[in-house]
């Protein structure tokens, strides 16, 4: 346990299925972030929350919309995707800067 | 924006061999540098950081890597490898971005595999 906890472990999703990917830290992190990790590619930021502030989104496709409700609590909401959205979905959390990021286990997710 | 460079995708090393990753970066400002390793199965999880003082680092399980800002480098080594560090390592950076936040960007990631 990480401290990062995801849910679910695994989805599978048909393309007009919507759904959430949840993430929860009680480490008293101030931020929050979602990442891809996809085969043979590098890790890819997709947002990134400041104190509950949405402070990056890196072009990532309107087909995920993120919330943060507070600052221990990020979900990923999923609809309409697409095959090559199959990956798995990381959140971490970080205190500052200097520090590093705790990461959770990851959602598998597979868009069928 | 910034960007990270893990040179080695795939390094297959046997037993106390000695192991080298390198790690390049391109930013021209204040940085924070990380390693991370992903065991088979496991989550990401932090090996070793550095963001000031002495440019010798020392992690976890015998790691340690060096800042070499001149070369904008930041490489991991370990002196004799075992097979428990069979796993991805990736290098990451924090460099600054608008508002005071900070923007943190990975390496694509060097997968070793040790043999016994």
């Known amino acids: 346990e990480t401290g990062v906890t995801q849910t679910p472990r695994h989805l599978v999703m048909g393309m007009t299925n919507k759904k959430s990917l949840k993430c929860e830290q009680h480490?008293?992190?101030?931020?929050m972030y979602w990442y891809k990790q996809s085969a043979k590619k590098p890790l890819e930021l997709m947002f990134v929350?400041?104190?509950?502030?949405?402070?990056e989104n890196n072009s990532v496709p309107s087909r995920f919309s993120p919330e943060c409700p507070n600052s221990s609590h990020l979900f990923l909401h999923l609809h309409t995707l697409q095959p090559e959205d199959s990956a798995l979905y990381l959140c971490?959390?970080?205190?500052?800067?200097?520090?590093?990021?705790?990461f959770g286990s990851g959602t598998r997710l597979t868009v069928v | 924006a910034q960007s990270v460079s893990q040179h080695n995708h795939h390094v297959i090393l046997s037993e106390a061999a000695s192991l080298e990753l390198g790690c390049n970066y391109s930013?021209?400002?204040?940085?924070?540098l990380f390693w991370y390793v992903q065991y088979p199965g496991q989550h990401l999880q932090l090996l070793l950081k550095?963001?000031?003082?002495?440019?010798l680092v020392k992690g976890i399980k015998g790691f340690e890597a060096e800042f070499i800002k001149s070369k904008f480098s930041f490489n991991l080594r370990k002196p004799s490898v075992q097979w428990s560090d069979t796993a991805e390592y990736f290098c990451?950076?924090?460099?600054?971005?608008?508002?005071?936040?900070?923007?943190?960007?990975f390496g694509r990631g060097t997968s070793l595999i040790v043999h016994p």
């Open positions: 971490a959390s970080s205190q500052g800067r200097t520090d590093g990021y705790t």
């Open positions: 480490l008293g992190h101030n931020a």
């Open positions: 929350y400041n104190f509950k502030e949405q402070t």
């Open positions: 930013y021209g400002g204040t940085v924070n």
């Open positions: 550095y963001f000031s003082g002495d440019p």
């Open positions: 990451a950076v924090n460099a600054g971005a608008s508002g005071g936040s900070y923007i943190p960007t």
